[in-house]
């Protein structure tokens, strides 16, 4: 991962803007569409800012004034003086799917966006604002943190009661919560890889990965598989404990002539 993909909330706030045309305009929209107000340069309140200048120079000149003041700066079309870059947006509000290149193919991102817009739903942000206003009722039915996250992993699946890639009945939440068994026991499965290319992580190795709670796994197995699961699952090299941890466990194995 080359950048860090992050959701800045804008509404209300000051961005700098420099610039006019075609580019700047289409800033312009994006800024105000998230809620931000576009300023010139001047303003001291500003903490980010896009510059929108066709001319290089003028353009490298501007972003260097404005990142010696603190800020972080996105030139259009020159991604190597940018500190941050805009992404392709599927946007569901509140569900927004962002798609970056880090600069490399704004034309490859929008692509990619274009296919995903085709697969989700636009009931996708109703159904994430209807979670939200059952977060209560949600802390109810599952006061452990650890067990109310498992209960939503296995809504969400494809197929899942709350799957985000299907429409659902404006009561489906309430359903879900009402008639949802108790989440699985604790219990540990065993992966043996294909191959060190994560590529090859059937559907299932992958949709475990990303459920998974802690994770045991060969020292030959490599980072670019291990970086699949969860940021926020324990990973431990070796062979699971004879008691295994609370949730779900997997044991990744990776036979010597796959590696």
């Known amino acids: 991962m080359e950048q860090l993909p992050i959701f800045v909330n804008l509404s209300g706030r000051k961005v700098i803007l420099v610039g006019e045309g075609e580019a700047a305009d289409a800033k312009r929209r994006l800024i105000e569409r998230a809620g931000g107000q576009c300023v010139d340069a001047a303003d001291r309140d500003a903490r980010l800012a896009f510059i929108a200048i066709e001319d290089e120079k003028a353009a490298i000149e501007s972003a260097e004034d404005l990142k010696a003041r603190g800020l972080l700066v996105n030139v259009v079309d020159r991604p190597e003086h ?3 870059t805009t992404p392709a947006i599927v946007d569901r509000a509140p569900v927004l799917v962002a798609v970056g290149t880090g600069g490399a193919s704004a034309g490859m991102a929008k692509a990619i ?7 989700l739903p636009s009931s996708t942000g109703k159904l994430a604002s209807t979670i939200a206003a059952a977060r209560q009722a949600i802390r109810f039915r599952w006061p452990d943190a650890a067990d ?5 992993d296995a809504a969400f ?3 899942g009661m709350l799957d985000p890639f299907a429409d659902h009945a404006d ?12 989440p699985l026991p604790s219990r540990l499965i065993e992966i043996p890889l294909l191959s060190d290319n994560p590529d090859d992580l059937t559907l299932l190795s992958a949709r475990l990965l990303g459920q998974a709670d802690h994770i045991f ?3 030959n197995v490599p980072a670019a598989i291990l970086d699949r699961a969860r940021a926020d699952a324990v990973r431990c090299e ?3 404990p004879v008691h295994v941890p609370e949730g ?11 590696a």
């Open 238 to 240: 070796g062979t699971p």
């Open 248 to 258: 779900l466990t997997l044991y990744l194995r990776l036979p010597q002539a796959a």
């Open 113 to 119: 966006r274009q296919r995903i817009e085709t697969l």
């Open 157 to 159: 699946v494809e197929g």
């Open 82 to 84: 940018c500190d941050f």
């Open 148 to 152: 109310r996250r498992r209960a939503l």
């Open 171 to 182: 009561n489906a939440v309430a359903q879900w919560i009402a008639n949802t068994d108790e």
């Open 217 to 219: 796994h060969d020292t």
